[in-house]
């Protein structure tokens, strides 16, 4: 689990590049000197958008990992930067990777600055698609749907639709992954031609709840404004809802009620009733939960993740978080009988409140490093108080555990 927002350190040693930049005025370039902190690009040269729109000089290969709309406006940089429309800035500081390029080729060929204005997701694409530079050309002077289909996306007129319709705040590897996957699924294409615009939230519910596109729901999440936690959050609570609705075995007419709400504080509504209607059924009769127990627990608990151990603790843990850990709770069991390895429900505190992880009892012998961040691959959820999500804190605490956890072994 990633937390939306979080820079690695590469992004934080290249947004510190404005501050080695030289603009020559005179030849209309911008000199980056990347030597100190990329050695490997040394100095790194772009002309000016108005040179762009010019020159007829190939389009260098840019690095393209650096994200230039997002530097701070030093000052020659700023001089670099004031030349270009305000609109090709935002456009192109939507997506994760080659804004450079995207630029270089928007300022070059109107085809591509038109598509940035209207379609900049199939602009972008098409740009980072490994063509090179003549093949582009070369597909510019056809219709959308066969650039799309060059690209690898379905060749017709429900994709330029569907991409037209987006309207994204930013482009992450998730959400590039989430728009492929409903281009790819000719039955989630085809559903999203109702909707007459597309933010993260309406495209992430598409791509993980198809069911839902077209709902009442989904119609009335296209029309909010959001953030990245927002969509993390509504994701994470519309799992819990069907998790829920599962562990209940609820027919089909009470699930769709998910569907039927307008907003999500309805959702929540529903989902915090069939969490108590589960805790209801999983109480044993001599478990007396009240506010003593819960207050109990949460003494129990410090700063290190602890294992929590008997239903009682799982209910307890559960109503105080408001989140169902219960559906878990009879594989965990079984698989305690059979010594296999189970998920296992460790909770902590911190001055943010109460954590909870569910996770499996036995950590892998080789963890991945990703961005000098360890990741152990047996994090199934982790949630606060009130249903909520964690934070980089929170991960890092239960990274650490989990590595004292992996040395004990």
């Known amino acids: 689990m990633k937390t939306p927002g979080l820079l690695t350190a590469q992004d934080r040693k290249q947004k510190m590049l404005a501050k080695f930049c030289f603009w020559d005025e005179f030849e209309q370039k911008l000199y980056i000197d990347a030597r100190t902190l990329f050695p490997q690009e040394g100095v790194v040269t772009i002309i000016s958008w108005d040179n762009m729109m010019l020159n007829a000089q190939p389009i260098p290969n840019y690095p393209s990992y650096f994200k230039m709309m997002g530097w701070s406006n030093h000052p020659q940089f700023s001089d670099w930067r004031k030349q270009i429309p305000k609109w090709v800035q935002d456009s192109c500081a939507l997506f994760p990777s080659h804004q450079m390029t995207l630029l270089h080729y928007a300022g070059k060929y109107p085809q591509v600055f038109e598509l940035l204005d209207h379609a900049p997701m ?21 219709k959308r749907a066969q650039i799309a289909q060059s690209i690898g996306w379905p060749g017709k007129a429900e994709t330029i639709k569907f991409l037209t319709n987006l309207r994204l705040r930013w482009v992450t590897k998730e959400i590039a992954e989430q728009i492929e996957t409903c281009l790819l699924d000719e039955q989630r294409l085809n559903a999203l031609q109702t909707l007459p615009r597309i933010n993260s939230m309406a495209l992430s519910l598409a791509a993980r709840f198809p069911e839902l596109i077209g709902s009442k729901l989904h119609h009335a999440l296209a029309q909010l404004p959001c953030r990245p936690m927002q969509c993390q959050s509504m994701l994470a609570l519309l799992e819990d809802a069907y998790r829920a609705a599962e562990f209940l075995q609820y027919s089909d007419d009470v699930v769709d009620k998910i569907g039927k709400c307008r907003y999500l504080v309805e959702v929540s509504e529903l989902y915090q009733a069939w969490l108590v209607e589960a805790i209801n059924q999983s109480r044993d009769a001599k478990i007396k939960q009240h506010g003593a127990t819960q207050k109990h627990l949460k003494q129990r608990l410090t700063t290190e993740p602890q294992v929590m151990h008997g239903l009682d603790d799982w209910i307890t843990l559960t109503q105080i978080q408001q989140h169902i850990w219960l559906t878990e709770y009879i594989a965990h069991e079984e698989a305690l009988k059979q010594t296999k390895n189970q998920g296992i429900l460790v909770a902590w505190k911190d001055e943010e409140g109460i954590w909870a992880a569910l996770t499996y009892a036995h950590l892998p012998e080789s963890p991945q490093v990703t ?12 949630r606060g108080l009130e249903n909520s999500l964690p934070g980089a804190k929170q991960l890092s605490t239960l990274h650490l555990w989990q590595a004292s956890q992996l040395r004990q072994e």
């Open 122 to 142: 199939l602009a972008w694409r098409l740009v980072t698609s490994g063509l090179e530079e003549p093949e582009i050309v070369a597909l510019l002077s056809g």
């Open 371 to 382: 961005n000098n961040v360890m990741e152990m691959n047996s994090i199934l959820r982790v």
